[in-house]
Every structure is written in C-alpha cells, then in structure tokens.
C-alpha cells in the first residue's frame, strides 16, 4: 500500500469512528477539564446561570445525539438562560422557557398539538415549559428531529430551530456565534 492509501484508510477509520460515536460519548465531547459545558468566554460569564443546567444540557444531549454545547448556546440566544423567559409579542404563538419552545394556547391554559410531533408534546400546561428539565428535553428532542429532517447538516438545523423551513442567516449566526466563544 502506498502513502496516499495509508492515510485514505487512515481517514476512513477516523470519520467512521465519528458516525459510529456512541450518543453518551458525542454529548460529552465539549466539556472542559474542569466538568463545565463550555467557557464563558465574550462576555458570556455574565449570565448568573452560566453552569446552572449543565447536566440537564448533557442529559438531553446525550439522550437524543444532540451537542450539548449547541443545545447550551440555542437557550443562551433564546433566553439568556433564563427559565422564566417569556415571549408573549405574537399572543397566537407565545414561547416560554430556557428553550422558549412555542406553545399554542389551547384555550384552557394547555398547548394545542402543534408540528411539533416530540415525545412529551404538547406538556400538560404552559407552566411545563417553564421548568429547565423540560424545557431543554423538548428543545434536544426538536433539535434532533431537525437535523434528522436535514441530513444532519447542523447550522440549517439551529436555523429550523427558530423559524422551521426558513433559513434565518442572522438568527444561526448569533447561535454559531455563543457556540464558537464557549469552544465549540
């Protein structure tokens, strides 16, 4: 075998070793040395809740094959890591929580069923969405099912995130942007 050989096999093994990464393994990969998700680098340690939900981001990471650190950066864009966010300016559509998932209401103070078809949709109340466990569970799982949608293209999945089929340049760019300063 020749040297251009060796490192296509090389290569391979090595991309296959990335497809075939258990999820546990892949929701591990942007912790630091210290145990922390992510640097608060940029002026992002600012945030009093910078660490607070490491280990549901990890859960949920892990849980459904979702970069935990993305899943950090999507909630920091969101809500500033706020569980109590509210967005309330489109009354048909309100968002709520750390990943101001989209709760219809359904008249009852509930969620009607929506596109979303995710395990735990729609939560009992709107008040679910306020609490970080389910709030990060439902936005790992929409992530998840985005970049299944996508083939797995990452950035057109954060862009679905935010405005499902329309690509939103600014809304990704401001998400790569967090992920990119707490070293992803």
């Keep these: 075998m020749n040297k251009t050989a060796i490192a296509i096999a090389i290569g391979a ?29 940029g002026g992002l340690g600012a945030y009093a809740n910078f660490f607070a939900f490491d280990d549901l981001f990890r859960a949920a990471g892990a849980q459904y094959g979702v970069d935990p650190l993305l899943l950090k950066a999507i909630a920091i864009h969101e809500s500033s890591l706020n569980p109590n966010a509210a967005n309330t300016s489109d009354p048909a559509d309100p968002s709520y929580g750390l990943m101001q998932m989209s709760c219809m209401p359904d008249g009852s103070g509930g969620c009607r069923a929506s596109e979303f078809n995710l395990p735990g949709w ?63």
């Design 122 to 184: 729609p939560p009992a109340n709107q008040q679910a969405l306020f609490d970080p466990a389910t709030s990060i569970g439902l936005g790992a799982a929409l992530m998840a099912q985005n970049l299944r949608a996508v083939q797995g293209n990452v950035w057109q999945a954060v862009a679905m995130y935010n405005s499902g089929q329309t690509y939103d340049p600014a809304y990704t760019n401001a998400v790569s942007s967090i992920y990119k300063q707490m070293g992803g």
């Design 13 to 41: 093994v090595a991309v296959l070793g990335l497809i075939l990464m258990p999820k546990a393994e892949a929701a591990i990969m942007n912790t630091n040395t210290s145990g922390a998700l992510g640097v608060p680098a």
